[in-house]
Structure formats: structure tokens, C-alpha cells
Nanobody
């Protein structure tokens, strides 16, 4: 069965770092665009970062220069390195795998940035 499992979230102080992982199984991971989304309480879901099968990347303006998305197709895993975290980064972070005719989602991992 198709699975996307996020991990690496937690509580961190402002200015700290976290690395999120998304482990995929049950589909052809390497041909999918992989995205990280986040949703804070009372807010709309927001696209944070994406990486294509050709390793092109894009980022929300709010995280440019602080977050880095990468993928390891041999491990069917995508990462989101988050540096210089701010309280406004607090949200549930979701991994999304997208192709022209398929769209899969993980269950999310909580990131809380607070002093």
C-alpha cells in the first residue's frame, strides 16, 4: 500500500534547527514531485517547498534562505532541513507526492518553535 511517513518534528527554540524526513513506499517515488506543506491552527495549508524528479526546487518566500529540500531516491526519502526557525514556522508539516494522475499525503509531523 502507498505510504508517506513524516518524522523529525518536535519542539525547538527560535533560531534552532530541525530536519524533517518523509519516507515513501508503495509507489514509484523517483518520478514524483515531492512537496512539503504546513498548516498552522486557524490558517490555510501552505506550500513550503517542492522538489521535482529532475531535482529542481522551489520555496515559499517566507522560508527562502532558511529551509532546504532534498531527496534520496535510493532510499525513497525526502528531507526538509529547517534552520533559523521562527515562531511563525510552528505548524503541522505534511509530505505530499504528486504526479499528473496521482496525489498522496502523509499524516504530518508537528513542529513547534517556542522559547
Amino acid at each position: 500500500q502507498v505510504q508517506l511517513v513524516e518524522s523529525g518534528g518536535g519542539l525547538v527554540q527560535p533560531g534552532g534547527s530541525l530536519r524533517l524526513s518523509c519516507a515513501a513506499s508503495g509507489f514509484s517515488f523517483s518520478i514524483y514531485t515531492i512537496n512539503w506543506y504546513r498548516q498552522a491552527p486557524g490558517k490555510q495549508r501552505e506550500l513550503v517547498a517542492g522538489i521535482t524528479r529532475g531535482l529542481s526546487t522551489n520555496y515559499a518566500d517566507s522560508v527562502k534562505g532558511r529551509f532546504t529540500i532534498s531527496r534520496d531516491n535510493a532510499k525513497n526519502t525526502v528531507y526538509l532541513q529547517m534552520n533559523n526557525l521562527k515562531p511563525e514556522d510552528t505548524a503541522v508539516y505534511y509530505c505530499n507526492a504528486y504526479s499528473f494522475n496521482r496525489d498522496y499525503w502523509g499524516q504530518g509531523t508537528q513542529v513547534t518553535v517556542s522559547s
